[in-house]
């Protein structure tokens, strides 16, 4: 025992002034695997609405991922996973304005009714509508007027708090921020945010 620990020791003074160099690349290695702006951060989570109702949950299915700071995800989440490392865990609590908004009254349209579908003549019914660069837009049904249609263009998470329980399950550095290594593979893709159904 003494022996290694005299070798230790005999390791340490020869290393002399390196040795806190060392110590500090090991640190800074343990501060850049953290999430920030740039990282690839791919996580597993659920999403409930504030009573408890189960919205929509990744977990035994691939986990999501996105660009930290690139607004891929929910502004109020985003800032809570700022500094999580790999392994943690957390439960969030995102209000309606940090999440996909307040309900506003300009996103209520009428609609002539021979515009909309016969199955989707009830409140509630969600239909598609095409947006300003061709995308598809989901619209609900609010009312049924006799000769019009009040649709609902609000995001249907709108006015919601929403909760999350989230685990970060790997952090990858930014590809801006790595250097390029012909051996390994290119950082992962980011993946959209999941809408709810």
Known sequence: MRIKLAALSAALAVLGAGSPAILRSAEKTKQENVVKDGSVVSLQYSLSEENGELIESNKGKG???YTHGSKQIVP?????LTGMKVGGEKRVKVKPE???GLVSPKAFQEVPKEQIPANGLKVGATLAAKGPHGQEIPVRVHEIKEKTVVLD???PM???TLL???KILDIQP???SSSPQPDKPAAPKSAPTPQPK
């Not at 109020?76 to 809570?80: H, P, T």
């Open 98 to 100: 940090d999440a996909y």
């Open 164 to 166: 999350f329980e989230i």
């Open 158 to 160: 709108a006015g919601k």
């Open 174 to 176: 930014s590809a801006a």
């Open 153 to 155: 263009l609000n995001h």
């Open 63 to 65: 986990p999501l991922k």
């Open 76 to 80: 109020g989440l985003e800032k809570e």
